[in-house]
């Protein structure tokens, strides 16, 4: 995310402000991930009651991703309904920084 559209995103984020239960998918890879904690951080947005976050991973090393099960890549679109069931129906796992 960059220029006009990281403000769009803090933006968006700062909306989750306003409710106790939320998930965000992050579509990108382990930089992508990290910048998106360190925002959600920012805004104490992880000590609201369920705050979820799923990968989907479209980086070039998707570490994260893999180490939870997510596999490496993601580079068939056709499989995103099938990937976004996948997700909704995921456990959650608790990471610390």
């Known amino acids: ?4 559209n990281r403000l769009h995103f803090l933006c968006s984020l700062r909306l ?20 998106v904690l360190s925002e959600i951080d920012k805004l104490s947005l992880h ?3 369920s705050c979820q976050l ?8 998707n570490d994260l991703a893999r180490v939870l099960g997510w596999g490496g890549s993601c580079d068939d679109d056709t499989q995103l309904p099938q990937i976004l069931e996948k997700l909704e129906r995921a456990s959650t796992k608790m990471l610390d920084r």
């Open 1 to 4: 995310v960059t220029g006009s």
């Open 16 to 35: 989750f402000q306003k409710f106790d239960n939320f998930r965000i998918l992050v579509c990108g890879g382990d930089g992508s991930v990290g910048w």
């Open 54 to 61: 799923g990968v989907l991973p479209l980086g070039t090393g």
């Open 47 to 49: 000590k609201q009651a």
